[in-house]
């Protein structure tokens, strides 16, 4: 959504406002075209996302994914000053705060069904029931 947003914001922009707004390298690879990466200009890939297996540490994970992503919406906030680009982010922002309380409840719901005794480890291979 935030890769569409940007598109529908850059692509009507001549040449002057793309290398005035720092733009033009940008658009010397992708022109506006949607290219997911981080604000550091480094490209998204899978392996920022982890799974080990165990549902504490996964789950765990997933908690601090959706805060990670609620900075950046904050952060977000902070510098833009578009009614309508802000109210898509806040609804991305929201979203996040749902997720990581489901997330959290999920936690939850796994320690009360699992053995007590040790709740981080999980790995079937072991249990010796």
Do not use: C
């Amino acid at each position: 959504m935030v890769g569409t947003l940007v598109h529908q914001l850059t692509r009507n922009l001549s040449d002057s406002q793309i290398k005035t707004a720092g733009f033009d390298t940008y658009f010397v690879d992708h022109t506006t075209g949607v290219y997911p990466q981080f604000a550091s200009g480094y490209p998204w890939s899978a392996s920022t996302m982890q799974v080990t297996g165990d549902i504490i540490a996964d789950l765990t994970e997933d908690l601090a994914a959706e805060q990670k992503a609620r900075l950046t919406y904050d952060n977000i906030l902070r510098l833009s000053d578009d009614p309508d680009v802000n109210d898509v982010i806040r609804f991305l922002r929201e979203r996040e705060i749902v997720h990581f309380q489901r997330f959290g409840e999920a936690i939850e719901l796994a320690k009360q069904r699992m053995d007590q005794k040790n709740i981080y480890f999980t790995n079937p291979a072991f249990d010796k029931r």
